[in-house]
């Protein structure tokens, strides 16, 4: 990829003459037969016992100890997965490729920038069979929710990942960042989608690397790993993303930018 390095993660290693045709770096998580053409996350110093949990962020860990500190600064970094790529913003339609779609090269536009983060998804658009089915003990708690101006992340995630779960993470963050996040979580109602971000800035990465994982290992502590359901098997990674949008928003001058869903197993 011209002028930036992007990292591309994926489960399945005959995904892999796709991702070199993209010139991205091909980066194998979980538990599948990966060549040797692949990075992965469970050499060096590493946290890949975790991958069930924490997704992406066991190959971010492995990034942050064994790579950052020998890149250099100023040059673009990113990450995406094999089915959520950065769009450059050509539609896709029936019979696109995906190296039609997705971002070959670094756009000028992002030099005014230090990171980009993905558009937001706004998670207010919930049918009412739903709310209902999967929201009815975070409606006993804030039952204003039925009103879609009464909604937000913290509710969202109440539904989806254990209600109160949010809550108790925050309690364990950081004095400077616990009651400014816990009012982003309660005042806004979209986030970045994907935990993916492109960032120049060593200095930038390394932050919020020590910010996110230092939160996340404290919460391992309440949630542990004997854990049941997508929801809350994954919560640490549901966790990070909504801290990313916070984050990057907080200390950085981010850019939003679209994000594409191409599964290219198919």
């Not at 770096?25 to 590493?46: A, H, M, R, Y």
């Not at 009012?183 to 020590?210: A, L, P, Q």
Request: contains cysteine.
């Amino acid at each position: 990829m011209l002028n930036a390095k992007m990292y591309c993660l994926c489960l399945h290693n005959k995904t892999l003459p796709i991702i070199k045709k993209l010139g991205y770096i091909p980066v194998g998580v979980g538990g599948d037969k990966f060549s040797q053409e692949w990075l992965k996350d469970d050499t060096l110093e590493n946290i890949s016992f975790k991958n069930k949990y924490y997704g992406e962020y066991t190959f971010h860990y492995w990034y942050w100890k064994n790579i950052l500190p020998k890149i250099e600064d100023n040059y673009w970094i990113g990450f995406c997965a094999y089915r959520e790529y950065w769009g450059n913003k050509k539609k896709i339609t029936q019979g696109s490729n995906v190296e039609d779609v997705v971002i070959r090269e670094i756009p000028k536009e992002w030099e005014k920038f230090d990171t980009i983060i993905g558009e937001n998804i706004n998670i207010n658009n919930l049918k009412l069979s739903k709310l209902v089915k999967h929201g009815l003990w975070s409606l006993v708690r804030n039952p204003y929710a039925l009103f879609k101006s009464k909604r937000s992340i913290r509710f969202h995630f109440d539904m989806w990942h254990g209600n109160g779960n949010l809550d108790r993470a925050i309690d364990l963050l950081d004095d400077n960042e616990r009651e400014d996040f816990r009012k982003y979580t309660r005042e806004n109602v979209s986030f970045s989608r994907g935990n993916m971000f492109i960032c120049r800035s060593k200095k930038i990465i390394d932050n919020y690397y020590s910010s996110i994982f230092s939160w996340l290992e404290r919460c391992e502590k309440i949630f542990g790993f004997n854990l049941k359901g997508y929801g809350m098997t994954r919560i640490y990674g549901f966790l990070a993303e909504r801290y990313l949008s916070y984050w990057f928003n907080k200390y950085t001058k981010p850019l939003l930018w679209p994000v594409i869903f191409y599964d290219i197993t198919k």
